[in-house]
């Protein structure tokens, strides 16, 4: 167990929708990060959290968006969504103390399915 | 731009023998370096990394990699396969050093199995 947490575990949702995936980092991490794992891209960067201000961007498309909470927690709202944003989709956090080499811990991810 | 690229989308070995997965790097300032590994349906957990200093890193569950410069590689490996190694093993490249953010930038994985 990493100490982050994601919900849901499964989505399943239809073209066209909205949805809002959900995670807590470890206790003490300030840095959020979302990774896409999909079998045609592999584990891609999404978007990066570092104490409620956005640090970097990776290949997220404008339909996405994110945000980190006072308390931490950070949401992914995926729009408009397609049958290719159907893939899994995994946060991580660190400390984000050590310039480039602090360890990311991943949580278990969640599945979203596009029907 | 940094990347990783893992030779071998699929390695096979029996119980006891030698792992050997391969990892070449691509970067232009001396790189910060990861393997993490997959179990079915779980998310990603650090095996290693390579920041700076020994050459030779140890991680968990008996891998350890080694960082060659003049190869520029970062290969991973395990004396004597179990079967609860059987996963998904990713490297991955820290691009802080280029762009100033954390984001790593993993390979394509190599899914290994271990034959009783």
């Known amino acids: 167990d990493s100490g982050v947490t994601q919900t849901p575990k499964h989505l399943i949702t239809a073209t066209g929708q909205r949805v809002t995936l959900r995670c807590s980092p470890r206790?003490?991490?300030?840095?959020v990060y979302w990774y896409q794992q999909s079998l045609d891209q592999g584990l891609q960067f999404l978007i990066q959290?570092?104490?409620?201000?956005?640090?970097a961007k990776g290949n997220i498309l404008e339909r996405f968006s994110a945000q980190q909470f006072p308390d931490l927690h950070s949401e992914l709202n995926l729009s408009s969504l397609e049958l290719g944003d159907s893939a899994l989709y995994f946060c991580a956090s660190s400390v984000d103390i050590s310039g480039g080499t602090d360890t990311q811990y991943f949580g278990p991810g969640t599945r979203l399915t596009v029907l | 731009a940094q990347s990783v690229t893992q030779l071998g989308s699929h390695v096979s070995v029996s119980e006891g023998a030698l792992v050997l997965l391969r990892c070449n790097y691509s970067s232009s300032v001396p790189p910060y370096l990861f393997w993490y590994v997959q179990y079915p349906n779980q998310g990603l957990q650090l095996l290693l990394k390579y920041t700076t200093g020994a050459t030779l890193v140890k991680g968990i569950n008996g891998f350890e990699a080694e960082f060659k410069k003049s190869e520029t590689s970062f290969h991973l490996t395990k004396p004597s396969a179990h079967m609860s190694d059987a996963a998904e093993y990713f490297c991955?490249?820290?691009?802080?050093?280029?762009?100033?953010?954390?984001?790593?930038?993993f390979g394509q994985g190599t899914r290994l199995t271990i034959n009783p």
């Open positions: 991955a490249v820290s691009a802080y050093r280029i762009q100033g953010a954390q984001k790593l930038v």
């Open positions: 959290y570092y104490n409620g201000e956005e640090r």
């Open positions: 206790s003490g991490d300030l840095s």
